[in-house]
């Protein structure tokens, strides 16, 4: 079992906005990220650091952490946003990496 | 435009060893900033890192794995490779390789990823 835990299916109405969570200790201590894989495709980091976006994500993706839990809102949810999400951090040693278990996200 | 891209077997046999090799492109895997990372998933689960490594030879593997995993570099070849021994049916997944930032714990960027079947 991971020890970052994230819901398993998440879904949104097309241009709602949806939080995807993710759990652990280690979140109080580390960085989170976040993934996004659609299916056949290599994920794509679309958050990390306190709040920061790669070139190229929408800004409609926001990140935030507060205590154990690590959030991945959506403002406006797009049809391409529909993909499963992964958090990244530190295991709770903290010496090395995890991840989380995935949220599938569905757009309806 | 720093790319990523693995290569090696798609078939091995049970109990034999994995080789992957991950060539580094537009950019140089002699990074001080960076580690390389192998991350793999199984067919339709979830994302779990196998390991990084420093240009300098410094690495961390899973503990689950530590025992059967090697993690190596070539500089000269901008290349960083993947060994893991002994296989079974519960390896079987995409390999995919990428740039790790160790300490702010991120990823980017991603191999396409390679699909390794373990069977006889």
């Known amino acids: 079992s991971s020890e970052l835990t994230q819901d398993p299916a998440v879904s949104v109405a097309l241009g709602q906005t949806v939080r995807v969570t993710c759990q652990g200790d280690?979140?109080?201590?580390?960085?989170v990220s976040w993934y996004q894989q659609k299916p056949g495709q290599a994920p794509v980091l679309v958050m990390y650091?306190?709040?920061d976006r790669p070139s190229g994500i929408p800004d409609r993706f926001f990140g935030s952490t507060s205590g154990n839990t690590a959030s991945l809102t959506i403002t406006g949810a797009q049809a391409e946003d529909e993909a499963d999400y992964y958090c990244n951090s530190r295991d709770s040693s903290g010496d090395h990496v995890a991840f989380g278990g995935g949220t599938k996200l569905t757009v309806l | 435009q720093l790319q990523l891209q693995e290569s090696g077997p798609g078939l091995v046999k049970p109990s034999e060893t994995l080789s992957l090799t991950c060539t580094v492109s537009g950019g140089s895997i002699s990074s001080t900033s960076y580690y390389w990372g192998w991350i793999r998933q199984p067919p339709g689960k979830g994302l779990e890192w196998i390991g990084s490594m420093y240009y300098s030879g410094t690495t961390y593997y899973i503990p689950s794995l530590e025992s059967r995993v090697t993690i190596s570099v070539d500089t000269s070849k901008n290349q960083f490779s993947l060994k893991v021994r002994s296989v079974t049916a519960a390896d079987t997944a995409v390999y995919f390789c990428?740039?790790?930032?160790?300490?702010?714990?991120?990823?980017?960027?991603w191999g396409q990823g390679t699909l390794v079947t373990v069977s006889s």
């Open positions: 280690s979140l109080r201590r580390y960085y």
């Open positions: 990428a740039r790790h930032d160790y300490g702010f714990n991120w990823f980017d960027p």
């Open positions: 650091g306190k709040n």
